[in-house]
């Protein structure tokens, strides 16, 4: 069965500094999604990707944060100078259609100490 | 305010038994929903999708029940199983306006021995 593929699975880093978390969507969706996760907490909606072009942004979602999808198989959350608070598990998702469920990847593990 | 409540927000089973869990909601227009399976450090997994005129769908062990007019949903869970342990979350779409879904904070269920 198709799968959506994260990388790393878990990244630690200090904060301030910059990371990058990807994701290989599976081959034939056309909408990628980035949400997280704080430890014990709900998913969070954090960006929706179509066309090459942010489609909706949570108010999470400010200018530390961007996306790219930088060739037709890798879409990458990049998270500028960060803090404490962005500990998190970082989930990507895509799906076929607006009226499909999500594939979700198993995630990258954020600590920022 | 489109919100999702699911109860309860945990739950202790003996392996073998039954269990209901509950999901409340209040987004508006409804296209569907659906639940979700979390291991723990895992990305979700889809396990049902119901749509307006749906009132029950079942996936193996696993039966949701829509009620449309009360705007409520439930999974049963037959014969658990102690690989049924996991967070449960419900997950709700609107039509037009916004197409992220609105994610409950999930039910945690342990199945013991």
């Known amino acids: 069965e198709p799968e959506v593929t994260q990388t790393p699975s878990h990244q630690v880093t200090q904060m301030g500094q910059e990371v990058i978390l990807r994701c290989v969507p599976i081959?034939?969706?056309?909408?990628f999604y980035w949400y997280r996760q704080i430890l014990g907490q709900k998913v969070e909606f954090l960006v929706s990707?179509?066309?090459?072009?942010?489609?909706?942004k949570s108010e999470i979602f400010d200018d530390q944060f961007s996306v790219e999808r930088p060739d037709g198989s890798n879409f990458t959350l990049k998270i500028r100078s960060t803090k404490l608070e962005d500990s998190a598990m970082y989930f990507c998702?895509?799906?076929?259609?607006?009226?499909?469920?999500?594939?979700f990847g198993s995630g990258t593990r954020l600590t920022v100490v | 305010k489109n919100q999702v409540e699911q109860s309860p927000q945990s739950l202790i089973i003996l392996e073998g038994k039954n269990c209901t869990l509950q999901?409340?909601?209040?987004?508006?227009?409804?296209?569907?929903l659906r639940w979700y399976k979390q291991d723990t450090g895992r990305g979700p997994v889809s396990l049902t999708i119901?749509?307006?005129?749906?009132n029950t769908k079942s996936n193996g062990r696993y039966t949701a029940t829509l009620d449309a007019d009360t705007k409520q949903s439930s999974l049963h869970i037959t014969a658990s199983q102690l690989s049924d342990s996991a967070s449960y979350i419900c997950?709700?779409?609107?039509?037009?306006?916004?197409?992220?879904?609105?994610f409950g904070r999930g039910t945690s269920l342990i199945v013991h021995p």
């Open positions: 119901m749509t307006f005129s749906e």
């Open positions: 998702a895509s799906r076929e259609g607006q009226d499909y469920g999500y594939t």
């Open positions: 997950v709700v779409s609107r039509t037009g306006g916004s197409y992220i879904p609105t």
């Open positions: 999901c409340n909601y209040t987004v508006s227009p409804f296209s569907n």
């Open positions: 081959s034939n969706h056309l909408y």
């Open positions: 990707f179509y066309n090459n072009e942010i489609s909706e």
